[in-house]
T-cell receptor, first 113, second 110 residues
Framework: DSGVTQTPKHLITATGQRVTLRCSPR?????VYWYQQSLDQGLQFLIQ???????AKGNILERFSAQQFPDLHSELNLSSLELGDSALYFC????????????FGSGTRLTVV | GQSLEQPSEVTAVEGAIVQINCTYQ??????LSWYQQHDGGAPTFLSY????GLEETGRFSSFLSRSDSYGYLLLQELQMKDSASYFC???????????FGSGTRLLVRP
């Protein structure tokens, strides 16, 4: 157990639908990052939150949105889902010190049918 | 733009040494990290270099040359369990967000 909790582990939904992925960071970590990993691909940075505020944005589609709540858990909302959105979505957290690295959750595997 | 290049695949024999290279082109640069990911698993942090030179952690070492925009991960005494994908990731600004390379799949053969 890395300390970063992601739910659900698996999600199967139809095109056009909306889903919410949840992430609880490791205790004490203020930064939360969301990444998308398509089959046999690298990790694409989506968005970062730090202590409740958006800190950095990557190539996140307009159909996707995220937020971080006062208890520091974060949610990634994906709407108007398309087949190409099928991927592994990872959440990671870190302290404000790059030398310690990110701690990743086990991911949510999203399948859009 | 921002990009990191690494070989797509490397094969080595158990007990050998393998080096995985990473070159980067970024608008800013703070440091280079390495992550290991087994199939279906989460990436796990291996090492971080902010300064030029070699960092050693057990069987794994990582090197950075800022002037050459280049780094590598060195794995020694390879074990079968080292078969995995390895990603280099660049930290490009003070937000600490990481931009990942496309990954190198390492296959360790008996």
């Amino acid at each position: 157990d890395s300390g970063v909790t992601q739910t659900p582990k698996h999600l199967i939904t139809a095109t056009g639908q909306r889903v919410t992925l949840r992430c609880s960071p490791r205790s004490g970590d203020l930064s939360v990052y969301w990444y998308q990993q398509s089959l046999d691909q690298g990790l694409q940075f989506l968005i970062q939150y730090y202590n409740g505020e958006e800190r950095a944005k990557g190539n996140i589609l307009e159909r996707f949105s995220a937020q971080q709540f006062p208890d520091l858990h974060s949610e990634l909302n994906l709407s108007s889902l398309e087949l190409g959105d099928s991927a592994l979505y990872f959440c990671a957290s870190s302290v404000r010190d790059p030398g310690g690295g990110y701690t990743f959750g086990s991911g949510t595997r999203l399948t859009v049918v | 733009g921002q990009s990191l290049e690494q070989p797509s695949e490397v094969t080595a024999v158990e007990g050998a040494i393998v080096q995985i290279n990473c070159t980067y082109q970024t608008s800013g640069f703070y440091g280079l990290s390495w992550y290991q990911q087994h199939d279906g698993g989460a990436p796990t942090f291996l090492s971080y270099n902010a300064l030029d030179g070699l960092e050693e952690t057990g069987r794994f070492s990582s090197f950075l040359s800022r002037s050459d925009s280049y780094g590598y991960l060195l794995l020694q005494e390879l074990q079968m369990k080292d078969s995995a994908s390895y990603f280099c990731a660049a930290e490009m600004d003070s937000s600490y967000k990481l931009i990942f390379g496309s990954g190198t799949r390492l296959l360790v053969r008996p």
